[in-house]
RNA sequence: GUUCCGGUAGCUCAGAGGAUAGAGCAACAGCCUCCUAAGCUGUAGGUCGAGGGUUCGACUCCCUCCCGGAACGCCA
């Protein structure tokens, strides 16, 4: 809420105790119309009911007794029966001081009151290349990172490293097999072997390196060693291209190094939670929430994916989180029940994980549809991607919407670098600002002033449009952070920068009068401290020139 | 069959109890002797998948159904 709300929200709540000697809830909205006024309130609706009266009158009443201050310049009634408060735009002008003393700080809060939140993302498997699928799940959860941060929490960002199942195994075969047919030597992928050019590129490598030793002794534990470590690299460096980076790369095959599986697993026997049927070990997730119990081991004495991954969770909270999250692809939602139910017996902290669900993106090229796969290699990389759209475009798109939302990702849009993507609307709205502050300190020598206090040269309705959307951005942090809907910064940045180019093109901002320019200088550094500030949330730069 | 998402303008998507349902792109009509026109201004475009229900009020909540995507392994 911001401060113009809490002041409007405290005259109400005396208005109403005064009239009717009541305490309610107060909901405090911004109407889409500026002729309903900056800020308006349903509280007279929502007591029709119990006053058995008309909410008009009730509005009518209720603002009766509302002395009004200097900074509301207006209060209506309108059907139905909205409570409507029209402000000076001089209520608006501590901000720019505010915003300029502040800098980048503006819009943080003490929100998450410093709650440590672990949330795990991308943790793609290392057998090959990351590809355009999974930018979703790496552009979401580092936006989701930084805007935790800025509302005030401790985040950790993990990324979690299957180097330990059955699928290492598969693509070390697979590296052995090419690595034989560089030597022209006959060999066969496995069935599950993964037909990525980047793994034909990876065995040639080993063979410039090595020669053709391997031919001649075992290369088993080398190529799982270099080929996990290499391609894992090569998706740290797609990532960090992406603008996504990690705290932490947690190692499946270290949970086994250090016996975390095993103890796990000894755990869920020692407490019953197991049984014995059909030569394997059951968990039982019935229990807890679970439509099915599930095999934590196989009849074959191997692990399924999921008994190294509670112990993970468990490694994972034994650190000490508030907060566990992982956002996993729309295909993993059916385990998610399985996960919690293990973890309500390891721990009776199932609700400390949270486990947000993004859908898959459907990829077209050419008008048809590319399904992906790293087995097949049939997959668009990620850095062709980048190579081709650029990273912000590819941050910007993927941030625009809910996780929620079934996404098409066009190819051909995507890469087209024009007017049709919006990204660069933002970003002209940051070059213009830059360009104008350059010219206004090259040619008249003056610059954004923080001291400045009065901004009364300044009325205009888009100046108070424009300021009014600043003052928005703290409450629009923590409602993006509290309900983790990244899509929301994205919002606000379009609309600011709309409220810019239209205060831009309507208003000379560099005038004939110094201390007028200097006023206007502080509006467009303020709007730019904080254009620049919500790009950053989303990883998108914010360019000087364009 | 069960579970999870989605169905809103020609297209891509916001909105999640309130006012005349909004943006971008595409379409149409204007705006550069003037701080970058990657911009601004305006017009047009909607049975919010369908039908019931709850409510003073439903695109929003509940139920049923239709369509699309995903998942329902001793795969990962």
Redesign the pocket.
């Known amino acids: 809420m911001t401060n113009l709300e809490t002041k409007i929200t405290a005259l109400l709540q005396d208005a109403l105790k005064e009239a009717y000697d009541l305490d309610r809830p107060i909901h405090i909205?911004t109407?889409?119309?500026k002729?309903?006024?900056d800020f308006?309130t349903?509280l007279a609706?929502?007591l029709?009911?119990d006053l058995r009266k008309n909410?008009l009158e009730i509005g009518e009443t209720i603002v009766a007794h509302i002395e009004k201050p200097d900074f509301i310049t207006k209060i209506d009634v309108?059907?139905?029966?909205?409570i409507?408060f029209h402000i000076a735009q001089s209520a608006l002008h501590d901000l720019i001081p505010t915003i300029l003393t502040m800098q980048e700080a503006y819009g943080s809060s003490d929100m998450g009151k410093n709650r440590h939140y672990n949330i795990e993302f991308v943790s793609v498997?290392p057998t090959g290349d990351i590809h355009v699928g999974h930018a979703r799940g790496a552009a979401a959860g580092e936006a989701m990172s930084r805007i935790l941060k800025k509302a005030g929490f401790a985040v950790t960002k993990e990324y979690y490293v299957?180097d330990g199942?059955?699928?290492i195994h598969n693509l070390v075969l697979s590296i052995q097999a090419r690595y034989y047919q560089h030597f022209n030597k006959e060999a066969t992928l496995p069935e599950?072997g993964y037909h990525g050019k980047e793994i034909t590129n990876l065995a040639r490598t080993i063979a410039e390196e090595h020669g053709n030793r391997f031919l001649k002794e075992d290369g088993y534990a080398y190529f799982r060693k270099t080929g996990v470590e290499r391609l894992l690299d090569g998706i740290k460096q797609d990532l960090a291209n992406l603008g996504v980076t990690f705290d932490i790369y947690f190692s499946e095959a270290s949970l086994y190094e250090e016996n975390k599986v095993e103890e796990t697993v000894k755990t869920l026997i020692d407490q019953g939670f197991t049984y014995e049927?059909?030569?394997?070990l059951w968990l039982k997730t019935s229990d807890y929430g679970d439509?099915?119990d599930?095999?934590i081991v196989?009849?074959?004495g191997?692990?399924?994916?999921?008994t190294p991954d509670i112990a993970y969770h468990r490694v994972k909270l034994s650190r000490g989180y508030d907060k566990l999250i992982d956002i996993l692809?729309?295909?993993?939602?059916?385990?998610i029940d399985r996960l919690k139910a293990a973890i309500a017996m390891l721990t009776g902290e199932a609700d400390k994980v949270e486990i947000d669900?993004l859908?898959?993106v459907?990829v077209i090229q050419d008008g048809q549809e590319v399904k992906m796969s790293k087995r097949s290699g049939k997959a668009i990389t990620l850095r062709d991607l980048i190579d081709e759209a650029g990273k912000d475009a590819i941050r910007y798109f993927f941030a625009?919407?809910?996780l929620?939302?079934?996404?098409?990702l066009?190819l051909d849009l995507a890469i087209r670098?024009?007017?049709?993507?919006?990204v660069?609307?933002a970003?002209?709205a940051h070059?213009?600002i830059?360009?104008?502050l350059k010219?206004a300190q090259r040619e008249r020598d003056l610059k954004p002033d923080p001291a400045i206090k009065d901004y009364s040269a300044l009325e205009d309705e888009h100046v108070k449009t424009l300021l009014g959307t600043l003052n928005t951005y703290p409450a629009v942090i923590e409602e993006a952070a509290s309900k983790r809907?990244v899509?929301?910064v994205t919002?606000y940045i379009?609309t600011l920068?709309?409220h810019l180019?239209?205060y831009?093109?309507?208003?000379?901002?560099?005038v004939e009068d110094d201390q007028v320019t200097v006023q206007a200088l502080n509006v467009l550094k303020a709007t730019k401290i904080v254009l620049k500030d919500a790009l950053e949330l989303i990883g998108v730069d914010a360019?000087?020139?364009?």
């Open positions: 909205e109407p889409k119309d002729e309903n006024g308006s349903n609706m929502t029709a009911r909410p309108k059907r139905p029966g909205f409507n498997n299957n199942g059955n699928q599950d049927k059909d030569g394997a439509e099915k599930r095999v196989k009849s074959d191997n692990y399924t994916y999921l692809g729309g295909d993993h939602h059916g385990y669900i859908q898959m459907k625009r919407h809910s929620n939302t079934h996404m098409d066009d670098k024009s007017t049709e993507n919006p660069f609307y970003q002209y070059a213009r830059v360009t104008l010219k809907l899509h929301r919002h379009h920068a709309s180019h239209a831009y093109s309507h208003v000379p901002i560099i360019p000087d020139s364009m």
